[in-house]
């Protein structure tokens, strides 16, 4: 068999070529060589080791065989005419032993239905001969690209599944029965929602409740944390940037409002959101027209848009720090979720339904819970029972398993902790709880601003905020 592997290739084909040879490989490709012709083997193992693969040569069927029984490969090139066992059989063998093998076939000039055959066995793509070894390696890249992008999708939908699941939410207060109430008129249509309430509250159910509850339910469900990047970043995830679009773009990326199109992204910490993105946002609630970074191409996206925040967006706007227009365009059906020092009858049923039917409530831990502010709301509340599960000594939660900020709020009379202060039965002040649990958390993380607002569960300026109203009433 002749291999016609060094001929020169036309200049546009050449072009073709070198632009995708430009594509950088996304991990080191292990790589299959599969050829009866020694003048086409060995050169192209020198080539392809050059180019950055880690390549292995077989000079028939039988060798390929015996060599992919000892080693992985992602991808293998083989000639379709060997001595023995051909290539299309061999094709169906290898693919039988790993079935996520990537093949590409070498055919002969003009063998059509030689190549159908191929991809009716499993082939991704076949390359007909004569051909130059940039092609070929122009073709392994584009598969191995492909293959690439097939696995982060994989992985986005795994991580849509896990995003898309739904809790329920718990209570039977007023406050709270008026937020189940909004939920369902809310949900079925498709304008922006803001949700508004402290942090820990369970901003972020209910606007999983409202999804699972609209017309695009079957729809991703996008999650995106204003307070956790800095801007440059959260433009990029917002809204994507093309290849060369800043330092370290190696490669076209599609932001969140593309991901989420056709179905609902939640934006978490609305209120953090920089100007200039506010004024991007905006664009997009408008008209649905969007651009990446670096492309002057537009795009256009169908997202509901449901925005979360702890702040007093009123008062940001009257600061000047948060656009008017934005904030009316965004607060077209509104959700405020009461704090759980305003649902204390709510307290029961939540440690129930995170401690299940397993666990016991000891003495004096009920009326804790009901006389608590509880500053960081359920979640402080979760994190408690949490940690008490872990250092409760059988299947009942005493209040020395309690976090020691929780045990010096309010100790009912004749109740008595090991290692206590003294006096810590009378009740401290209801305004100086908050205090005492910012700085309990900001002890336990020796005064690691960044970890105690995580553990807060605010963003970290807002507890720079929050420390510098509590060092001017010092």
């Given at each position: 068999m002749h291999f016609s592997g060094l001929e020169l290739i036309k200049p546009k084909d050449l072009r073709d070529a070198r632009a995708m040879i430009a594509i950088p490989l996304t991990e080191p490709l292990d790589l299959l060589l599969v050829d009866d012709e020694p003048d086409f083997l060995e050169p192209a193992c020198r080539f392809f080791q050059r180019q950055?693969?880690?390549?292995?040569?077989?000079a028939n069927a039988e060798q390929a065989i015996s060599v992919q029984a000892k080693q992985h490969f992602h991808l293998a090139v083989i000639d379709q005419n060997m001595p023995g066992m051909n290539g299309?059989?061999?094709l169906v063998r290898l693919r039988q032993e790993d079935e996520e093998l990537k093949v590409i076939v070498l055919t002969g000039n003009g063998n059509v239905g030689s190549a159908v055959e191929a991809m009716k066995r499993g082939a991704v793509d076949y390359i007909a001969k004569p051909f130059g070894l940039d092609e070929l390696d122009a073709l392994i890249r584009k598969t191995a690209r492909n293959e690439s992008l097939e696995r982060e999708n994989r992985h986005l939908k795994k991580q849509l599944a896990q995003?898309?699941?739904?809790?329920?939410?718990?209570?039977?207060s007023p406050g709270i029965t008026e937020v189940k109430r909004l939920i369902d008129r809310i949900a079925p249509c498709d304008k922006p929602v803001l949700i508004l309430g402290e942090s820990g509250t369970g901003k972020e159910l209910v606007a999983r409740a409202i999804h699972a509850q609209s017309l695009v339910a079957d729809r991703p469900l996008v999650v995106?944390?204003?307070?956790?990047?800095?801007e440059a970043l959260l433009e990029s995830e917002l809204f994507g940037h093309e290849k060369g679009a800043f330092t370290g773009a190696s490669e076209a990326k599609p932001g969140l409002f593309e991901i989420a199109d056709g179905g609902t992204l939640f934006i978490d910490e609305f209120g953090e959101l920089a100007g200039g993105l506010q004024a991007k946002l905006l664009r997009v609630l408008e008209d649905g027209s969007m651009r990446r970074i670096g492309s002057v191409k537009e795009r256009r996206v169908k997202v509901r848009l449901i925005a979360a925040?702890?702040?007093d967006l009123v008062s940001e706007v009257a600061a000047g720090r948060f656009r008017e227009d934005l904030y009316y365009r965004v607060n077209v059906l509104s959700i405020t979720i009461p704090p759980l020092r305003e649902r204390i009858q709510d307290i029961p049923l939540l440690v129930k339904h995170v401690l299940g039917d397993a666990w016991k409530i000891g003495e004096g831990v009920a009326e804790l819970f009901q006389r608590c502010n509880w500053p960081g709301n359920i979640r402080q509340l979760v994190n408690a029972l949490e940690r008490a599960k872990?250092?409760?000594?059988?299947?009942?939660?005493?209040?020395?398993?309690?976090?020691?900020?929780?045990?010096?709020?309010?100790?009912?009379?004749?109740?008595?902790?090991?290692?206590s202060s003294p006096?810590?039965?009378?009740?401290?002040?209801?305004?100086?709880?908050?205090?005492?649990?910012?700085?309990?958390?900001?002890k336990r993380n020796q005064g690691n601003k960044a970890k105690a607002a995580r553990e807060l569960g605010i963003a970290r300026r807002s507890l720079y905020r929050i420390l510098d109203k509590m060092n001017a009433s010092d």
């Open positions: 950055g693969y880690r390549v292995v040569a077989a299309l059989d061999l995003t898309n699941s739904l809790k329920p939410i718990v209570g039977q995106i944390n204003c307070a956790a990047l800095p925040t702890n702040r872990i250092l409760a000594d059988g299947d009942t939660i005493d209040l020395q398993n309690l976090p020691p900020d929780l045990r010096q709020v309010s100790i009912p009379p004749g109740d008595s902790l090991q290692d006096n810590i039965g009378d009740a401290v002040p209801m305004a100086s709880i908050s205090q005492l649990h910012i700085k309990e958390v900001l």
